[in-house]
């Protein structure tokens, strides 16, 4: 069974403190902690933690970007 995360629970995932860095996207939740580009949490305007669906359109590639990161759970709220 897949692990579930509310917003708030995906917060805490933001690369501080040696804790993994999550992102969410169209309702799954991704770790993209060994991305160079999500240094200290943040990928140019972007926080770690948060649900970036909303977000992907205004970035210069598609959603082809979360395929080589790995499904650890999904967005519940």
Do not use: N
Request: no cysteine; charged share 25%.
């Amino acid at each position: 069974m897949a692990r579930t995360f509310t917003r708030d629970e995906l917060k805490a995932f933001d690369g501080t403190g040696g804790k993994p860095i999550y992102a969410a996207y169209k309702g799954k939740v991704y770790d993209v902690s060994t991305s160079p580009l999500w240094t200290e949490g943040q990928h140019f305007e972007h926080l770690a933690g948060a649900d970036l669906t909303d977000e992907l359109a205004d970035a210069p590639h598609g959603e082809e970007v979360f395929e080589s990161f790995l499904v650890v759970g999904e967005l519940v709220d």
